[in-house]
């Protein structure tokens, strides 16, 4: 991609929100967290409502948002607002625990069945969730559970592994999407396959300062991490590599003192734990979207967010979905082909 816009300007260009409110399809986010994709959505023109357990997120969500977040224990029989034209969210997983009880949509748990309970009873154009790719392989027999419960409703299932390199976002981020739709729908085209941004584009003029409150690795963590390279057969040292997009971003390697730990390693030889600043902008969250919480609360919103530049990449297709889409439901199933169980 020639002359493509500085990374701090890309993103605060594309997140930009307009503050008229007036005749944007409603959306319900569902698991909402600190409001990465409603950020994305609210971005492409949609007007989102979140649903959220923790305050710390609600918070952040309230403040930068424009539309409000309710504080609530999500559950099949929970009331949500009316009119939504689609319902997306991260629902968390229990099954996903190997050593848990696997007890699918049984568990209380679990939110998928506060997901698919949504669709059911508010029935979307769209409805939309995103998940870890463990999904499609560990878990590939609750998955089918899930698509075959979501079908049942009389709607088509697609679903694909997205990584967020490829849409503009400064790392290797791979999701998995599955949409619910009647017919028609699109899959955004990858913008930035050939030309992704770096860390180096994202962190900038942070990547080798100091803050006050900065946390170094220690002599002790600096010689496990040499271990846990040597025994990893690394090629490369797991140091931030500024000239390429970063790793994925967990709430684990933002905060884990571990071999893990996203980290800048500076001219002198230390290596620097990554600011909340520094995490949100490999997120692709603009300075101005401020986190609320402790340091280890924000570090978790982030680590847990869907970054919002892949978010607005969906958002827009949902957009042209709506736009387009004068189908009635569909009784047909289809089944993507590059995902055979």
Request: net charge positive.
């Amino acid at each position: 991609m020639k002359n493509k816009l500085p990374y701090l300007d890309f993103i605060e260009q594309e997140l930009r929100l307009s503050s008229n409110q007036q005749n944007k399809p409603l959306v319900i986010d569902l698991f909402a967290g600190c409001g990465g994709m409603a950020l994305g959505f609210e971005a492409a023109g949609f007007q989102t409502v979140g649903y959220e357990i923790l305050e710390d997120a609600c918070a952040t969500y309230q403040l930068n948002l424009q539309n409000p977040c309710h504080k609530i224990n999500l559950t099949p029989s929970s009331d949500l607002i009316e009119g939504a034209e689609v319902i997306i969210g991260g629902p968390p997983c229990q099954p996903f625990s190997v050593g848990g009880n696997q007890l699918g949509l049984k568990d209380s748990r679990d939110g998928f069945p506060t997901f698919i309970s949504a669709v059911k009873r508010y029935r979307p154009k769209l409805a939309l969730f995103e998940n870890v790719r463990g999904m499609l392989f560990r878990n590939k027999a609750y998955f089918e559970e899930i698509v075959y419960a979501l079908e049942s409703l009389n709607y088509i299932v697609e679903w694909q592994l997205l990584n967020a390199a490829h849409y503009g976002v400064p790392q290797k981020r791979e999701r998995l999407f599955c949409v619910i739709h009647q017919g028609g729908w699109e899959w955004p085209k990858k913008t930035h396959l050939h030309s992704p941004y770096t860390a180096g584009d994202a962190l900038g003029e942070l990547a080798f300062s100091v803050p006050n409150n900065s946390k170094f690795l220690t002599p002790s963590m600096d010689e496990y991490v040499k271990k846990y390279e040597l025994a990893s057969k690394c090629i490369r040292p797991r140091d931030l590599h500024l000239d390429a997009p970063s790793r994925t971003v967990t709430c684990r390697n933002l905060s884990g003192a571990t071999g893990d730990m996203l980290r800048v390693k500076l001219p002198d030889g230390r290596r620097r734990r990554l600011t909340v600043r520094e995490g949100a902008r490999l997120q692709s969250f603009p300075d101005r979207f401020k986190f609320q919480g402790s340091e280890n609360s924000q570090f978790n919103q982030i680590g847990n967010a869907v970054p919002p530049i892949l978010a607005k990449a969906l958002a827009l297709s949902v957009k042209a979905y709506l736009d387009n889409s004068q189908t009635t439901l569909s009784t047909e199933v289809f089944r993507p082909t590059q995902y055979i169980f």
